[in-house]
Every structure is written in structure tokens, then in C-alpha cells.
């Protein structure tokens, strides 16, 4: 005979149950927050432990004049070999192999002393975007590395997991053991605050990545020479000449094939990073963190899609409509289906982040047809303003985080510093020496027209030789540019760094863009919210004014627009982001 | 002596047969641009010129498959987690149904209820992590057999399959001719049991086929992942959308792609091409097993 379930006997003796587990499961799971003691304020470095200094850089390569970025060193082992760290990186088993087996890893452990075991984890989801399931795992479950390298947290991630005390903040380490840490806060000033926490600490180690042309990416735009040639004109410099040339490229057609786009574009490629440029500073929402087109104005946060200057822009797009040569293909076509386009020639003007946007493959073949794709730079609209959109904050990356679970993280930060060193970094990137990349002799030119520091065959190196881009680096702009170029056999890069040179002297100035901040959980749950729904709503809106479905002209219209915005408390999202910038650390 | 069909039956008969055919077209086109895409040249793919047989004929995409490490062990893997999880599954799922469906058996609503619960209120990922983490199956593939190695649902169907072929009269009889309830159960159970032991093991053997969550979670060492997270994180690590990896290489985007547009399609075939073969041959019992929610 069994009793009934819900008997008061069965009731209680759950309860009791359920209150032991959670007892239990509470104490396994609760981290206690320990380690990280050292004082706040100014950081010191650590007391008794003497400053590492660095000794003079070896000149035996070649540094172009104004050069700034990494050097090398001479430098011993600072390490026995009896000492081994777990770090966790991230899994790539195409480029970097096993990271266990791999020569960096080899070279590296010789030039420091310190033995890694090297945890790799997958930290990507099949569309491309950040999946951190695992690495929140391992937290969460108390599973603590020594160390994380290369693991994409955001800086709202590492203000939490510091303030929690799973990271140890890295401020009195760097000043006593990573003298190129130091050197490098010096050459980038704003990159400390980039990644401190808004407690003022800094949980991590810093890296640079400073490219170039990829601050000006997500705006540049694209015209088939050899069809300007065809109808008779320049590559156009105001936005009204930009009309005349795709209309010449639609009643003329010189590419000669059916199905020819004057202008194209996909899904993921905004236009109003280009477009609205030529009318205000327009940031957009293609800045890290898909901050919904806000922008500084002296120092107040101010959004970009419902001022004047925007309706203007509008009216110029509403004429492109009316044109025919912006149609809603150039909203709603999928980036493969650009791709193809371009493959068969059909596409005149675009605005797209580089020619492997429309071309698949992109081979480097002297005569391929992407080659015939020049930038645009900045149309000047009609009020006379002619902005290009520039990202001044694109150069740090993720570095390495040391856990409360290790047990010298002075030698971790040493480690790092020895990573940094021009020389094994040119490993970590490069794979082998004299395999794979050298340095360069005099005369070898880099991408930047002046004297090249390293001349590199294969990017990635080859598998289980390199790091790819997963190390703390310091690749700053200089010691990016000044990678050999071959005159004869131009890469990407140097059409790149070209297409770069003419945009930024239009960028807005540095003071209209509003840089990373760290939003507080709540802020950041609501923040979340709105950006879905602002960010829908003015790209819904720019393709319904643009196919003029709506009318920029029409008064009724405009206004009904702005009231959306109205009614989806725009004005919390400004707020939270001014709140956030005002305390932002330094 | 041939019946001769009425004209409503010749009608059912065609439109029967043009509907199946259809249905079998749509289904079976797919499969066949697949397999031809896997034979066919990345620029031809690329330029959507693949409709039905292969474009420019090529078997590079098999010979890098072949020459990758990753993806051969991945398969290996994905054999041993598929024949391990079926079999501990089965064994697992038949003992508790045949339990759990003899009258005779004393707490059993508990019993029952005490399966179910997990069903409808799970823990989460932080929990069963820090389980298994503490029961040091972390990095094996014990991590990958062990946890969710017998789904309720199955446990239920088993208990339906046995209440309704194995009446109590049978019991009886056993008991009667001197069986223990061992013997019933090893002689008389299941020898009757076929089509759900064929069930389990196929529904058993094509979750643990198709999954990867376990191993991308619990584990860390490539050499142990099945090859659905190897495809996977190929898939992964070829999106990288130009933005997001941190220096605009646009070589090593280029690179991506180009791998994974080769592999894709010959990815998709490997993955798919056993359990295609093992079908036909356990679909009798699956059929079979398959109605037994169904009254008789």
C-alpha cells in the first residue's frame, strides 16, 4: 500500500531533502570572493619585489623614421622549467592546430622558462558570433584555470568577474613586471581606460591591434573604374555628382550584361555609414558593441536619426529611389547573392567593407576584376559637409586575465611581457622564423611606402606553427604597415591602407564619437531592449524613405517618425549611455 | 485471376502515385545536390552552377577531409559515442520500463514520479557542470556516455510496450512452472522484446550521432570530440565576420571561407551517409516500435 504522494509525511520529507541539496549545492557553488587584495589608488607596484626594467632594443632590424610600436630584447629566461601554468585559450584547430604541439609553443617555452599547458575551448557559435557557454561553465562551475589568454570577454564581463574577485586586478604586477605593458599605455594613452573596470582597476593585460583600414571599413564604398571610364566620368566627389554617375550607369549599362546593379549592396552592409556622412557625423551602429547611432556633441550624448541633418540625407536617398538606381534589391539582397553579382560583373557602385564582400573567391591574380574596384572617398553633401566615419578606438584586444587560482601571477605577467618582445611576437603571428616570415632588408617596402620591418610568406602561418592572432600583442599601426609589400604582386593590404589614406582625412573629429563604456547589469538588460527596438525602427524607416513608401518632404511623416521614437522612450537609451560616459574610468 | 479495378480505384491509384512521387522528389533532391555539390569545384558552388550533377568534378574536398585529423578521429569518436550511448541507453531503458511496468513492484508511483521529475525540471547547464565536474568525468568520454544516458521518454514507452505485450497471465503461468523473476525477465521478456530493443537502440544511437553539446562542454581535448562539434566549429571559425576579427587580416578571412566552402557539402555527406545505411535495416522494428503508443 503506498501512501498518497502528497501526504504531509511526503511533504515534509522532501522539503528537508530539497533544503539539504540546496545547503550543499550552495557551498560547492559559491565562490568565495578571495584573492586581488592589493590597495586601490595609485598602483606602486608590488613592495620587496624589484621593478624588471628592460635593456637597451637590438637594432639588427630596421625601424622606419617616426617608427612606434614594439621592439626586441635581449632577454634570459626568467624561468627554471619546474613551473607549470594552465592556461585556457581559445580552440582553432584550422590555424593554430594543437596548441599543445605546436613550435611557438615550443619557442615560447624556451625564451621564458615557463612551462603552459594550454586548455583550448570553443569559444565561436556557427553564425560567427561570441558563444561563451563553455568559458561561463567553467566559471560559474569553479573549474578556474591559471590563466585566460585570447578569450573574448567584454569589458562589462571583466569589471564583473574582477569585482567578484575571479580575476586578480593587474595594475601593481604590470608596474613591477611588464615594463613593455608600461611602454605601451604610454604610446596608446586612452588604452588603459578602455578595459579598466569602473572600480578604476585594470583585470587584464593590455593588447593592441591597431588596423589601420579597418577604422574607416564599415564606411567606405566602392566604384568600377573601368565602367566610369565607359560613360564618361569621374569618380564623383559630391553627392549630386554621385547621382549623375549611377544614373549614366543606368540608362547606359557599361558593363553590357543583363541583370547590372548600379548600385548594390546586402543585408549586413548599412548604408548610412557612408551616405549620412556627407550631411552630419554619423557613427551609426556599426561601432563595437552596436551602440544604436548615438554620438558625443560637446560632451553630450546625442542621437544621430532624428535630426534635421538626417531628414536631409533622407531626401537625397528618396531621390536615388525615385531614380530607380536604389532599389530594394540594394536592402534586401543576401551576402552570397553580392557576391555572385560581383563575380559576373554586374555591380557598379557599392558601399561594402572590401572586395571579398562582392567577390568570391578573391584570388590575387594581376588582372582579377576586383582590382578594378576604387574607393569612393567622402561625398560632400549639399550643406558642405563631408565626414568619413572613423572608429578611433578599434585597437585594443583581448589580452590575458589571471585567476585567484594561481599561485605566481607575477611570473603570468612576466610571461606576457616576454610575449609582447617584437621578436617572439613575429613567432606567435609569424610561425617559424626564416620558415615563414624574416625581417626585412633595406630598401624592402612596406605597406606604408616606408621601410619595412618583416617580410611574411603565409598568413596564417601554416598549421601548428604559429599562435595566429590569439597572443597578448602589440601590433601597433606602424609595426602593421611595415610589413613587406611586393611591388609586382600587390596583397589586399596595401589596396586596403590606400583605400584607408583617402578617408581619413575626412573622419570626424575624435571628440564626436562616443567611446566604449561599461553599462551596470540593469542598464545594460534595458539598454539591450531599446537598441532592438531604436535599431529596427530607423533601419525599417531609412528603406521605407528611401523606396519612398514615406516621404522625407512630407511634414506628416517625418514627425510620425519622430513620435516612434518618442513612444519607444528613446530618450532612456541617451540617458543611460550619458550616465555611463560621465563615469567611464580613465 | 486479376480483379478489375473501378475507375475510382484506378483514379486513387494515380493521384496516390503522382502525390508520393512528388513528395519523394522534394525530398530526394536535396540529398543528390548535396552529394553532387561535395563532388563539384568551389568557384562553380560559389557561382550557383551546381543544380543537379557536379560542375567541374573534383574530389578535393574528401582528400582534405581525409588528410585533416580532426575529422577522421571525428568520426571514429562519433562510431564509439554512438554504439557506447545506444547500447548503455538500451540497457538502461529496458530495466526501468520492464520495472517500471510490473504491477508487483512496491513504490512504484514513487518511482515513477521520481523519473519524471527531471524531465520537467532540469538544473541547467551550471549545475550538471559542477556534477560532473566533481565526479571527475571532465575530459573523458565517460562525459559524453554518461550524462542523459537514459531519456524518461523512453523509459516510458518501454513501460507502455511491456504493460501491453506481456499480459500478467504470462507472469503467472512462469511463476506457476516454478520461474523466479529473473528467469521471466531474461527468458520470457526479452526474447518478446525485439522491436523495443530495436527502437531504443536507434533513438539512442542517432541522438548520440547527432549530438554535440556534451563534448563541447565537458570536454576540451579535440581528440575525444565527435564529428558534429568538429564540423561545428569548422562552421564556427569560417564565419568570422571581418569586423569582429580583431585586425581585419583579410587573407586569413579569405582562408576561412575558402576551407569551408570546400568542406562544406563533403562535411554534410560524411555526417549523414551512416545513419542512412543503418536505417533500412532496423526500419521494421522501428515501424513496429513505433505504434506502440497506439491502442490496439
Redesign the interface.
Known sequence: M?SS?LSRRRILQATLAGLGTAAV?GS??GCAPGGGGNDPGKPSGLESVPKATLPEPRTDMLFADGYVGPYAYDRKPFGDGTKTFRIVVA?????VG?WNNNKTTTEVEKRTGIKIEF????V?????T??M??I???L????LPDAFMGIPFTTAQLALYGQQGLFLPLDDYINTYSPITQKVMTDYPDLRGLKASPDGKLYTMLGV?D?Y??NS??GRAWVNKKYLDKVGMDIPTTTEELRQVLLEFKNKNPSGKSGFLPFASSE?SPMDTFFMNSFLANPGN?L?GNVAWLRLNGGKVEFTANLPEWREALKYLNQLGKDGTLTQATFTMKD?EL??NG??GLIGFTRA??W??FF???NLDLDAPWRDYVAVPPLKGPGGVQYAWWNYYGYS??GLQVTKKCADPGALVQWTDYIMDLDTAMWTYGGVQHENWDYAKKGDVGINGKQALVSRKL??APVGTGW??YAVMY?SSDY?LAEKVDPKAP???AG?YEAGKKYEPFAYPQDSQLPPVILSTEDSAAAADLNTSITNEVKVSLAKFSLGQLDPNNDADWNAYLDRFTAMNLQAYVDIYQKAYDSRPQ | MKIKETAGDRTFNVVNTAILVTFTLMVLYPLIFVISASFSS??AI???EVYLWPVGFNTDAYATVWESP?LLSGFGNAVVYTIGGALIGTVLTVLAGYGASREDV?????IT?FFLIPTLVSAG???T??VV??LGL?DTRWAVLLPGAMSVFNVIITRTFYKMSIPNELLEAARVDGANDFHFFFRVAIPLSKPIIAVNLLFYGLAQWNGWFSA??YT?D?GLAPIQ??L??????S?????????????????????FDKLKYAMIVIAMIPPLIAYPFVQKHFVKGAMIGSLK
Not at chain 1, 140 to 143: F, I, P, Q, T, W
Not at chain 2, 106 to 110: C, G, K, L, N, S
Open positions: 503506498n504522494p549545492g560547492i557553488a580552440q582553432d584547430a584550422q590555424v594543437d586548455v583550448p575551448v570553443v565561436r557559435g556557427t553564425d560567427g561570441i558563444d557557454t563553455k561561463n561553465a567553467m560559474a562551475g569553479g573549474d591591434n588596423c583600414h579597418c571599413s564599415p549586413s556599426q563595437p552570397t557576391q555572385q563575380n559576373k567593407y572590401w571579398g564582400s568570391n573567391p578573391v584586444t583581448d598568413f596564417p595566429s592572432q601590433r602593421r596583397t589586399y593590404e586596403l | 568551389a568557384e560559389a557561382n550557383q580532426n512496491p513504490f512504484r508511483r514513487v514520479i547547464i551550471v549545475p557542470y559542477i565536474k566533481q571532465l563541447y562542454l576540451n579535440l562539434l568538429v561545428r566549429q569548422l562552421l564556427a571559425n564565419q568570422i565576420d571581418p569586423a569582429m576579427i580583431g585586425g581585419g587580416d583579410v587573407t586569413e578571412i579569405l582562408k576561412r571561407r575558402e576551407l
